[in-house]
C-alpha cells in the first residue's frame, strides 16, 4: 500500500471546461470533509466538484466517491480507480469542473475527470504507507530524552507531553514499533 507524503495539484481544460485536481493525505473521513470543504469554498463558482477518498479504518479500507451531480459513474468513479490501481490508502482526490459550455459526453467525462485526477497523483510524492498507532506512555522526567531520541529513531511522532509527578507522553508510532517501544519505558529503570 502506497500513501501520498506531499500533495499534488494538476489543472487542464478540456473542450472549454476547465478541470483542476488535487491530491492529498488524508487519514480519516473528517479530514476528507475539511479537505474537500477548503476546496469548495476557494472555487464556489465551479460546476461540480467530484472526489474519491481511500481511508483505513479498524474495519478495513473505506472506498467512496461523488459524482458530484454529473452523470452517474462519469466523475468520482473514474477518480477512486485511479486510487484503486495505485493501492493507495489514506488519499483523497476532489476535481473542480468549470463547465465551459461544450457537453463532452459520459466518455468525455470519465476521461477527464480520471485524466485530471491522474495528472494530480503524479504530481504528488508518494510513498509506502506505514500505519501509525497512538500510545501514551507515563515516564520519569530523567527518561524523557531517551524516549524522544527512540520515537524520532522509530518516525514517530510526539503529540503532547504533560508534567506531573511523571511525564505523560502522547506519540505516534509505526505500528511494529509500538510493543518494543511501550515495553521499554514501561519496565522499570
Given amino acids: 500500500m502506497i500513501t501520498i507524503t506531499q500533495s499534488g495539484f494538476a489543472e487542464q481544460t478540456i473542450n472549454k471546461s476547465r478541470f483542476l485536481a488535487w491530491a492529498a493525505q488524508c487519514e480519516d473521513e473528517r479530514a476528507v470533509g475539511a479537505m474537500l470543504r477548503a476546496i469548495a469554498s476557494k472555487h464556489a463558482t465551479a460546476s461540480h466538484l467530484a472526489y474519491a477518498f481511500r481511508v483505513k479504518t479498524p474495519d478495513g479500507v473505506v472506498p467512496r466517491f461523488s459524482d458530484a451531480g454529473e452523470p452517474s459513474g462519469t466523475a468520482g468513479k473514474p477518480i477512486l480507480q485511479m486510487l484503486d490501481g495505485r493501492h493507495l490508502i489514506n488519499v483523497c482526490v ?30 504528488a510524492v508518494l510513498a509506502p ?45 509505526p505500528t511494529h514499533a509500538v510493543e518494543a517501544v511501550a515495553n521499554r519505558f514501561t519496565q522499570p529503570y
Fill in 129 to 173: 504507507f506505514v500505519e501509525m498507532q497512538r500510545i501514551e506512555i507515563n515516564i520519569d522526567y530523567k527518561r524523557v530524552d531517551e524516549l524522544m531520541r527512540v520515537v524520532e529513531k522509530a518516525q514517530g511522532t510526539v503529540l503532547d507531553k504533560q508534567f506531573g509527578e511523571q511525564v505523560k507522553v502522547q506519540i505516534v508510532l
Fill in 94 to 123: 476532489g476535481v473542480i469542473r468549470y463547465y465551459g459550455g461544450v457537453n463532452l459526453g459520459t466518455g468525455g467525462l470519465v476521461k477527464a475527470y480520471g485524466g485530471t485526477a491522474k495528472m494530480a497523483l503524479e504530481a
